[in-house]
């Protein structure tokens, strides 16, 4: 029998969302105890806020992910459980989260939320608990100067080596075709700025000038003075460290103003499903780096693929593949030690992920001391009304597109 209950609970006067995913054979004499009953896991995700529209994403993938196990027989015979709570996209209610599904709720595993800022914080509460503490969406290299034993980032790369591939690519065109400037505008959020300084670090490092270099706070909704400042600039380059809606508010902005860039990078906005039409389908040449393709030759890939789309009615996207990726290293640590309770097991998994590859959805996973992942980020670029992947070159589904058309 399948079973999804969703339950809803008041916390301190806030609404928290609290999923319960059991999808598993059901049976009359089964109990609770270890060993016998289902494997929970607990989750805190920015369902509301400012990170609401990934951190969604994200609950899909792990919903994904739970479903795909418990239709193949669970984990160590046990079904999977997730508990999801809503952390309103605010770092203090992140830590109440895990404290609770910690401390109160007794869940045997916990995952990471969306975003570095919620991510920091949570992987403290689940380092004192001494828990395993595999995260989907904290790329900024503060997360990996914390300190943490226990931390491993589910993804190919780190914020600042997102656009590696694209910074070697802007270097190595012609000197008579390589652009002379560049305009930052970025989150005051660790990944965003993380992502755009990585790549501002490299191209001025190669000779490119940075002519505007803008830090906006994250609830910023008017970009008409950034918008300005960088069209005033006749920047050849733009990078946007964005989230989604900030992305989407600055390029309509400068679209207002008629800038035409020769080159435009932003940090996930540009792989949303809701990005073409939010800009006015104007997306021939935006770039963005991304570490999932739906058409990765990966082998768990296809099936991904094929079943998201059967339980959510879409193909995944980032979001979703982080989400479902954290699950896979999760579980494959899990299967390898035999156990997945609080306590002495959780020393047990973080140990073989330290000395071991897990392959992924986004490909083979390993990581350094610091939980930072081995790997590097693909370059997808918006071509005739579709977004592929342009770099690095034995992997490209189409040829990077240089001058970016009008917009």
Same mark, same amino acid.
């Given at each position: 029998?399948?079973?999804?209950?969703?339950?809803?609970?008041?916390?301190?006067?806030?609404?928290?969302?609290?999923?319960?995913?059991?999808?598993?054979?059901?049976?009359?004499?089964?109990?609770?105890?270890?060993?016998?009953?289902?494997?929970?896991?607990?989750?805190?995700?920015?369902?509301?806020?400012?990170?609401?529209?990934?951190?969604?994403?994200?609950?899909?993938?792990?919903?994904?992910?739970?479903?795909?196990?418990?239709?193949?027989?669970?984990?160590?015979?046990?079904?999977?459980?997730?508990?999801?709570?809503?952390?309103?996209?605010?770092?203090?209610?992140?830590?109440?989260?895990?404290?609770?599904?910690?401390?109160?709720?007794?869940?045997?595993?916990?995952?990471?939320?969306?975003?570095?800022?919620?991510?920091?914080?949570?992987?403290?509460?689940?380092?004192?608990?001494?828990?395993?503490?595999?995260?989907?969406?904290?790329?900024?290299?503060?997360?990996?100067?914390?300190?943490?034993?226990?931390?491993?980032?589910?993804?190919?790369?780190?914020?600042?080596?997102?656009?590696?591939?694209?910074?070697?690519?802007?270097?190595?065109?012609?000197?008579?075709?390589? $652009? %002379?400037? *560049? /305009?930052?505008?970025?989150?005051?959020?660790?990944?965003?700025?993380?992502? +755009?300084? &990585?790549? @501002?670090?490299?191209?001025?490092?190669?000779?490119?000038?940075?002519?505007?270099?803008?830090?906006?706070?994250?609830?910023?909704?008017?970009?008409?003075?950034?918008?300005?400042?960088?069209?005033?600039?006749?920047?050849?380059?733009?990078?946007?460290?964005?989230?989604?809606?900030?992305?989407?508010?600055?390029?309509?902005?400068?679209?207002?103003?008629?800038?035409? $860039? %020769?080159? *435009? /990078?932003?940090?996930?906005?540009?792989?949303?499903?809701?990005?073409?039409? +939010?800009? &006015?389908? @104007?997306?021939?040449?935006?770039?963005?780096?991304?570490?999932?393709?739906?058409?990765?030759?990966?082998?768990?890939?296809?099936?991904?693929?094929?079943?998201?789309?059967?339980?959510?009615?879409?193909?995944?996207?980032?979001?979703?593949?982080?989400?479902?990726?954290?699950?896979?290293?999760?579980?494959?640590?899990?299967?390898?030690?035999?156990?997945?309770?609080?306590?002495?097991?959780?020393?047990?998994?973080?140990?073989?992920?330290?000395?071991?590859?897990?392959?992924?959805?986004?490909?083979?996973?390993?990581?350094?001391?610091?939980?930072?992942?081995?790997?590097?980020?693909?370059?997808?670029?918006?071509?005739?009304?579709?977004?592929?992947?342009?770099?690095?070159?034995?992997?490209?589904?189409?040829?990077?597109?240089?001058?970016?058309?009008?917009?």
């Amino acid at each position: 029998m399948s079973i999804t209950s969703f339950r809803a609970r008041f916390s301190t006067g806030l609404l928290a969302t609290s999923l319960m995913i059991s999808l598993g054979a059901c049976s009359g004499d089964s109990d609770d105890s270890a060993g016998d009953g289902p494997i929970t896991i607990g989750i805190s995700l920015p369902l509301t806020g400012d990170f609401a529209e990934p951190g969604k994403g994200v609950q899909q993938g792990y919903e994904a992910w739970a479903k795909i196990v418990n239709d193949n027989g669970g984990l160590l015979g046990r079904q999977v459980e997730l508990t999801i709570l809503d952390d309103q996209s605010n770092a203090d209610r992140v830590v109440a989260d895990y404290e609770q599904l910690i401390g109160q709720d007794q869940v045997d595993l916990v995952v990471g939320p969306f975003s570095t800022r919620l991510v920091v914080p949570a992987a403290r509460v689940a380092e004192e608990y001494d828990m395993l503490f595999v995260e989907p969406a904290g790329a900024a290299k503060e997360v990996f100067e914390q300190g943490f034993e226990n931390l491993f980032y589910a993804a190919p790369a780190v914020a600042n080596d997102h656009y590696n591939h694209l910074a070697e690519k802007i270097l190595a065109l012609p000197a008579d075709q390589r $652009p %002379k400037t *560049a /305009a930052y505008a970025a989150m005051d959020d660790p990944f965003a700025q993380g992502t +755009a300084y &990585g790549l @501002k670090e490299k191209l001025e490092a190669g000779g490119i000038e940075t002519v505007v270099d803008e830090v906006y706070p994250p609830n910023t909704t008017d970009f008409s003075g950034i918008a300005a400042k960088i069209a005033d600039a006749k920047a050849d380059v733009l990078v946007g460290g964005s989230q989604y809606q900030d992305g989407v508010n600055l390029i309509v902005a400068l679209q207002q103003l008629g800038y035409q $860039p %020769k080159l *435009a /990078a932003f940090s996930t906005a540009p792989t949303n499903p809701e990005f073409a039409a +939010a800009i &006015g389908d @104007k997306t021939e040449g935006v770039l963005s780096p991304t570490g999932y393709s739906q058409d990765a030759p990966y082998p768990s890939n296809s099936e991904f693929v094929e079943k998201f789309t059967a339980q959510f009615g879409v193909p995944p996207e980032e979001d979703q593949a982080n989400g479902y990726t954290t699950g896979q290293v999760v579980a494959a640590a899990v299967t390898a030690a035999g156990c997945a309770e609080q306590g002495e097991c959780q020393q047990k998994l973080i140990d073989w992920l330290r000395a071991n590859t897990v392959e992924t959805v986004v490909g083979p996973l390993s990581w350094d001391e610091t939980g930072k992942p081995k790997g590097a980020h693909m370059i997808q670029q918006w071509i005739g009304g579709d977004i592929k992947i342009v770099l690095p070159e034995d992997v490209k589904e189409a040829d990077f597109l240089f001058p970016k058309p009008a917009w």
